[in-house]
């Protein structure tokens, strides 16, 4: 998949689906299928427009673009969103991007989809355009909940790796930099590759989470260690179970598949060390489940 800003996108027919797509979730895939170019912007609009509103995102653009890769797309074409674009009108949107660079001949879009300056632009001014045909998608719903950005994003925030995981349509990812190793988490028995969370990015709440880290079975903290003083800046804490790997300085993706507890504070090291054998047993649980 080419990955294209749009003043170098070459104009030809395409089949658009148009929106941020934060998370690439079930709702976006909807919208995205059978299109073969996706239109997105960055940064999100609101850091522009709102900043005080703007939300932590659930992906960065090069997760993004990984997800719509592997929904076939053929070209995700990127918006930067500035001041500028965000004072175009609706109808400057269509003629000038979607009509006279992109050539749309079929646009998609969620029914809840808002464009142009004052967000007055809806799927209703596409729809009565004549140029190309528009698909309107209806919001998705799993479970009687409906699927947003917004909600994953409250999920994750509260721990439910899971019920994030159904509604994004796979496990919740984080990426990063391993930094620097745990050493007292190597004399404990269990040594971690550590992450610090991008702040631009949605981290799970604080607690102990069964995951995959590249693939291995991994259990991994968020948060503070509270057993060993406060005041410490958030880390992602993964042990690879039956892997001894020298991480530091590579990137490690860690995919969240359940919450196993949150975080506290253990009256000693050992009641610790007893906990996370417990932890640890449960991952092996998990995994022997087909979860990894």
Not at 14 to 41: K, P
Request: hydrophobic content about 40%; overall charge negative; charged content about 25%.
């Amino acid at each position: 998949m080419r990955l294209t800003q749009l003043s170098d996108a070459e104009r030809r027919p395409r089949r658009i689906a148009v929106g941020e797509f934060d998370g690439v979730h079930l709702g976006h895939r909807e919208v995205i299928r059978g299109s073969d170019t996706v239109l997105t912007f960055e940064p999100h609009p609101l850091r522009v427009v709102r900043p005080e509103a703007a939300p932590k995102l659930i992906t960065s653009l090069e997760a993004k673009a990984e997800l719509v890769a592997g929904l076939g797309v053929q070209e995700l074409v990127v918006i930067p969103f500035d001041q500028g674009f965000a004072h175009q009108s609706p109808q400057a949107f269509i003629d000038d991007v979607l009509i006279g660079r992109l050539g749309a001949t079929h646009v998609s879009v969620g029914e809840n989809f808002r464009f142009g300056h004052g967000a007055a632009g809806d799927p209703g001014l596409l729809a009565a355009d004549g140029r190309f045909e528009t698909r309107v998608v209806d919001l998705v719903e799993v479970d009687g909940e409906v699927v947003s950005s917004s909600h994953i994003r409250a999920l994750l925030l509260a721990g439910e790796v899971e019920a994030a995981g159904r509604l994004l349509g796979a496990p919740f990812r984080m990426r990063g930099i391993v930094v620097t190793g745990d050493r007292r988490g190597r004399e404990l028995g269990y040594p971690t590759a550590n992450l610090v969370p991008d702040e631009a990015l949605v981290c799970p709440g604080h607690g102990v989470y069964a995951a995959r880290a590249d693939g291995r079975c991994a259990a991994v903290n968020v948060g503070v260690r509270p057993t060993f003083g406060t005041g410490r800046a958030v880390l992602v804490e993964a042990y690879l179970l039956d892997t001894d790997l020298d991480l530091y300085g590579r990137p490690l993706t860690i995919e969240f598949l359940a919450r196993l507890r949150g975080e506290r504070r253990f009256e000693s090291v050992q009641a610790l060390v007893e906990q996370m054998g417990r932890d640890v047993e449960r991952t092996r649980e998990i995994c022997a489940r087909g979860a990894c």
